[in-house]
Nanobody, 123 residues
Framework: EVRLWESGGGLVQPGDSLRLSCAAS????????MAWLRQAPGKGPEWVSA???????YYVDSVKGRFSLSRDNGENMLYLQMNSLQPDDTAVYYC?????????????????RGQGTQVTVSS
């Protein structure tokens, strides 16, 4: 059974940082492209970032230069370092399995995702 468990969300002020973690199990993590998806209140899901099996990363324009995605294949962990957080980053963030090309093309989610972790950026 595929399981993805996100952690690290919280309430922060604009300009602060957070590091989201995703613990994965039930599949061969090192062979899977991984991604983060977010959904803000009243809005549809939005891809944030993706990393393929070779460690190549992709970021949506709105987070480029502020977010950094990494993976630890030895620990089956995915990390999203988020710096200079802004109120528009407020959303539930989901860890997901997804083809790298799907995220780059902005395609609909079709893989597994976790339960999500809430990130709220507010002064």
């Amino acid at each position: 059974e595929v399981r993805l468990w996100e952690s690290g969300g919280g309430l922060v002020q604009p300009g602060d940082s957070l590091r989201l973690s995703c613990a994965a199990s039930g599949f061969t993590f090192e062979s899977a492209d991984m991604a983060w998806l977010r959904q803000a209140p009243g809005k549809g899901p939005e891809w944030v970032s993706a990393i393929n099996t070779k460690g190549v990363t992709y970021y949506v324009d709105s987070v480029k230069g502020r977010f950094s995605l990494s993976r630890d294949n030895g620990e089956n962990m995915l990390y999203l370092q988020m710096n200079s957080l802004q109120p528009d980053d407020t959303a539930v963030y989901y860890c997901a399995t997804e083809y790298f090309r799907t995220v780059v093309r902005g395609g609909p989610p079709s893989g597994y995702r976790g339960q999500g972790t809430q990130v709220t950026v507010s002064s």
